[in-house]
């Protein structure tokens, strides 16, 4: 869980994509500027919880279509005026063509749930469950555009199969009939 080679890049493109399509869910300078006075994780968390959770919900979607947005998000970055931003999307571009990221989207969607499901006081995927009264273990989070987790994706500890279930049938160290 976590894992994978560029996971940091391949959060970028997300990220990158979001601006491009989204720019909205950015936080305003101004609101920047006031989280990072704060200097509390915390608060930067809840200013970006809105493009946080875009980022997730994009991992949802079709794989091929996302590749597609990025490129389209880096020509949009690579040809516009802000040189910070071309910058940027030169060296995303870069490394896009030079390393294959999608085995880093597994350990980058899980990042994000764990993000986001702090928030709730959920369970974070590799968090250990009881489920049917058998030990198990939190492998995803579902979501909805909007509020707490919908669900959560977990396996049996000796079973590989990935159950889905609603998150209020978790508990750590309690049995639970789903």
Same mark, same amino acid.
């Given at each position: 869980?976590?894992?994978?080679?560029?996971?940091?890049?391949?959060?970028?493109?997300?990220?990158?994509?979001?601006?491009?399509?989204?720019?909205?869910?950015?936080?305003?300078?101004?609101?920047?500027?006031?989280?990072?006075?704060?200097?509390?994780?915390?608060?930067?968390?809840?200013?970006?919880?809105?493009?946080?959770?875009?980022?997730?919900?994009?991992?949802?979607?079709?794989?091929?279509?996302?590749?597609?947005?990025?490129?389209?998000?880096?020509?949009?970055?690579?040809?516009?005026?802000?040189?910070?931003?071309?910058?940027?999307?030169?060296?995303?571009?870069?490394?896009?063509?030079?390393?294959?990221?999608?085995?880093?989207?597994?350990?980058?969607?899980?990042?994000?749930?764990?993000?986001?499901?702090?928030?709730?006081? =959920?369970? @974070?995927? $590799?968090?250990? &469950?009881? *489920?049917? /009264?058998? +030990?198990?273990?939190? !492998?995803?989070?579902?979501? %909805?555009?909007? =509020?707490? @987790?919908? $669900?959560?994706? &977990?396996? *049996?500890? /000796?079973? +590989?199969?990935?159950? !889905?279930?609603?998150?209020? %049938?978790?508990?750590?160290?309690?049995?639970?009939?789903?």
């Amino acid at each position: 869980m976590y894992d994978g080679p560029g996971r940091q890049t391949a959060l970028a493109m997300l990220y990158t994509v979001l601006a491009h399509e989204s720019p909205e869910l950015l936080p305003t300078a101004e609101a920047r500027a006031w989280v990072g006075d704060l200097g509390e994780e915390a608060a930067v968390d809840v200013a970006c919880a809105p493009l946080d959770r875009a980022a997730r919900l994009l991992l949802d979607g079709d794989r091929w279509r996302l590749w597609t947005r990025v490129e389209a998000a880096l020509a949009a970055g690579e040809s516009g005026s802000d040189r910070r931003v071309r910058d940027v999307a030169v060296t995303l571009g870069r490394e896009l063509r030079a390393v294959s990221l999608r085995g880093s989207l597994g350990g980058v969607r899980h990042i994000l749930d764990a993000l986001l499901v702090e928030a709730h006081e =959920g369970h @974070p995927p $590799g968090a250990r &469950v009881r *489920l049917e /009264g058998r +030990p198990a273990t939190v !492998v995803g989070v579902r979501w %909805s555009p909007a =509020g707490p @987790p919908t $669900g959560y994706e &977990v396996c *049996l500890d /000796g079973d +590989p199969t990935v159950r !889905v279930v609603p998150t209020d %049938s978790l508990d750590n160290g309690q049995s639970v009939l789903v």
